[in-house]
């Protein structure tokens, strides 16, 4: 178990739709990474936080958003969703933000129908 | 911008020793690390290369060469349970920049 929290596991949703997901570091991290795995592709990286703001950004679409709370818990919504978007997405988090290791939530798959 | 390249799967046999190689291109560089992950799981770290040479944790040890922007992965003692896929990554130099994933290598360990 790495101390990272994402819900909800599995998330069926339809074309058009907009969900939200949620990442709880672990504790005393400040940093949240989101990265988006499409089956058999790399890791790719959306966005990072590292304390409420916002200090990296990936190709990160448009139709996607993400914030980080004061409690720095995350949460990455998604909108206008396609069915390209179908995807699991996993939330990390490091103490520092500028730090090698990352520990990974076990991830939301998501499936747009 | 950042690319890593490493080989799409390899194959070994359980008790051998396997070496996965990746090379990258970036403007500016910190490290290299290494993450395992098997089916249906989390990524899990297990590696990061600062600086050139060899670091050797338990049965894994990771390499890197700045100069030829190139590290390695060795797995040695082959166990089924190494059956995953391994990705390396580097973060940009500057502080804040992205860590960039490799595509991964899915090693299978066989009997």
């Known amino acids: 178990d790495s101390g990272v929290t994402q819900t909800p596991k599995h998330l069926i949703t339809a074309t058009g739709q907009r969900v939200t997901l949620r990442c709880s570091p672990r504790?005393?991290?400040?940093?949240v990474y989101w990265y988006q795995q499409s089956l058999d592709q790399g890791l790719q990286f959306l966005i990072q936080?590292?304390?409420?703001?916002?200090?990296a950004k990936g190709n990160i679409l448009e139709r996607f958003s993400a914030q980080q709370f004061p409690d720095l818990h995350s949460e990455l919504n998604l909108s206008s969703l396609e069915l390209g978007d179908s995807a699991l997405y996993f939330c990390?988090?490091?103490?520092?933000?500028?730090?090698?290791?990352?520990?990974f939530g076990s991830g939301t798959q998501l499936s747009v129908l | 911008g950042q690319s890593l390249e490493q080989p799409s799967e390899v194959t070994a046999v359980e008790g051998a020793i396997v070496q996965i190689n990746c090379t990258y291109q970036?403007?500016?560089?910190?490290?290299l690390s290494w993450y395992q992950q098997h089916d249906g799981g989390a990524p899990t770290f297990l590696s990061y290369?600062?600086?050139?040479g060899l670091e050797e944790t338990g049965r894994f040890s990771s390499f890197l060469s700045r100069s030829d922007s190139y590290g390695y992965l060795l797995l040695q003692e082959l166990q089924m349970k190494d059956s995953a896929s391994y990705f390396c990554?580097?973060?940009?130099?500057?502080?804040?920049?992205?860590?960039?994933f490799g595509i991964g290598t899915k090693l299978q360990v066989i009997p």
């Open positions: 990554a580097v973060r940009g130099y500057g502080g804040y920049q992205k860590v960039t």
């Open positions: 990390a988090s490091s103490v520092e933000g500028v730090n090698e290791k990352l520990f």
């Open positions: 290369n600062g600086l050139d």
């Open positions: 504790s005393g991290d400040l940093s």
């Open positions: 970036t403007s500016g560089f910190y490290g």
């Open positions: 936080y590292y304390n409420g703001e916002e200090r």
